[in-house]
């Protein structure tokens, strides 16, 4: 669903487009709005590590709609309308990077002027507007604060920064950034060594991207030869451990044939790995779970793709 609740829209400016994602706080009037279909856009996470820096950034491109509202009146403040926005984002299982609110803008953690200024230079307005009196304040100018959130969907990675800031004692601003990374192409971007090691260490699991099957078959593809080299570098430089094949599939079709796919899928993996790359075949064993642990909704076919996957799971010893 869409986030916040929905108010007046009298005062806006004209072809503006509402995101779905964000729904406006009541009150506010959109004042600017940039949409471009495809474009980079930094997103920042940490605090500002020096003068005019930021020690951790997140480097994406994808559609960005960038909208500046202004709330005009003095029964609402900058923290209530930041307020409203976290808890919306939060409650829409968006993962918060970074939150920060200050009374007095100080300091150099998300959220402060400072903070704000950095993000804004590097990701500067593309066209004039009143988005201009974000960051200069006025003599009656107040505090501000930025929430930095992600949410991983099927359809690709969306990223969501919000800029609160009291402008004057009743002036409240707030920039909403959204950037909307497209999924990548299942098959493109084949698994490596160090990649792997890295999934497996922080999740215990990797999925094997670039293991290409026929159509409902469990016949791999010969353009999986790549993944399965980096798997077997990985498994040979790691010869203590022991690992599950997992194989996987999406809804359509019966449990018991996703099932049986899904196994057959998986021991073929195990089997190209101890036939063609020599790794020993009582370190590998293979299931398949049908479409038992999806990873995104099957009701679409972006979901579907995703769903569709075989994956390593370290297998731990007895305790």
């Known amino acids: 669903g869409a986030l916040c609740a929905v108010g007046t829209a009298a005062q806006d400016i004209d072809n503006i487009q509402e995101h779905p994602l964000i729904t406006r706080y009541p009150g506010q009037e959109i004042r600017w709005q940039v949409i471009e279909n495809y474009m980079p856009y930094r997103v920042a996470v940490g605090p500002v590590t020096g003068y005019r820096q930021i020690g951790e950034w997140i480097d994406t491109q994808g559609r960005v709609t960038r909208t500046f509202y202004r709330y005009q009146g003095t029964d609402r403040s900058f923290a209530e309308i930041y307020k409203n926005y976290l808890d919306a984002l939060t409650g829409e299982g968006f993962e918060i990077l970074g939150q920060g609110m200050s009374a007095d803008r100080r300091g150099a953690g998300v959220g402060s002027r400072q903070w704000s200024e950095v993000l804004f230079r590097e990701n500067p307005a593309t066209k004039p507007g009143e988005v201009g009196t974000m ?34 004692a ?35 699991r990797v999925v094997l991207d670039g293991i290409f099957f026929d159509f409902n078959q469990a016949t791999i593809k010969p353009e999986s030869a790549p993944a399965l080299a980096a798997i077997a570098e990985y498994l040979q430089a790691n010869g203590d451990r022991q690992f599950y094949i997992v194989g996987h599939t999406d809804s359509v079709g019966t449990f018991a044939y996703n099932q049986k ?13 101890t036939a063609d790359y020599g790794i020993d075949a009582a370190r590998l064993e293979s299931h398949g779970v049908g479409p038992l642990v999806p990873v995104f909704s099957n009701a679409g076919d972006a979901g579907r793709e995703q769903n569709r996957r075989v994956e390593l799971v370290e297998k731990q010893a007895a305790q």
């Open 261 to 273: 796919l899904s196994a057959d899928r998986a021991g073929a993996v195990a089997s190209a790995l």
């Open 170 to 204: 009743d002036y409240v601003g707030t920039l909403i950034d959204i950037i909307e990374e497209e999924a990548a192409e299942t098959g493109m971007v084949a698994v490596d060594a160090e990649a792997i090691g890295a999934d497996i260490s922080e999740y215990g």
């Open 135 to 168: 960051f200069s304040g006025t003599s009656s100018s107040g505090g501000a604060g930025a929430i930095v959130a992600r949410k991983e969907r099927a359809a690709g990675t969306v990223y969501v920064l919000v800029n609160v800031e009291q402008h004057s």
